[in-house]
């Protein structure tokens, strides 16, 4: 059988940029004024995108809540399967960015 040739290890360089000066311009912005309506949608669109924010949130803690669940179910048919004592009760997550969700109790 042969051998397999050794692994050569040569360095590579990529070629030297050339500055140029870029082709456009940099752009200026003006400001403009909007009118009424688009400004009154704008207001909208941004209410509407802050509701989904904290719904998604509170979506997502939910979600926590029940995967902390899941894992309890699953870790107390172990124990009652194997004769041991229960694991104790998950406690409610706290969440430092919102205080409205339960502290756990002793806290």
């Known amino acids: ?11 590579v360089q990529s070629p030297p940029r050339d500055e140029v000066p870029p082709q456009h311009p940099p752009h200026v912005y003006h400001a403009v004024r909007l ?15 802050d509701e989904t ?7 997502e803690r939910r979600l926590d809540r029940y995967e902390d669940l ?5 870790a107390s048919e172990h124990a009652r399967r194997d004769g041991t ?4 009760f998950p406690e409610p997550r ?13 806290s």
């Not at 059988?1 to 360095?11: A, D, F, G, Q, V």
């Not at 960015?97 to 109790?105: I, K």
């Open 1 to 11: 059988m042969l051998e397999p040739e050794p692994i050569r290890e040569e360095p």
């Open 35 to 49: 009118t009424e309506p688009l400004e009154a949608l704008l207001h909208q669109i941004a209410a509407r995108c």
């Open 53 to 59: 924010t904290q719904r998604m949130a509170r979506v």
């Open 70 to 74: 899941v894992q309890w179910t699953v």
């Open 85 to 88: 004592q229960l694991p104790p």
């Open 94 to 106: 706290v969440y430092a960015d919102d205080g409205s969700d339960a502290r756990p109790s002793g």
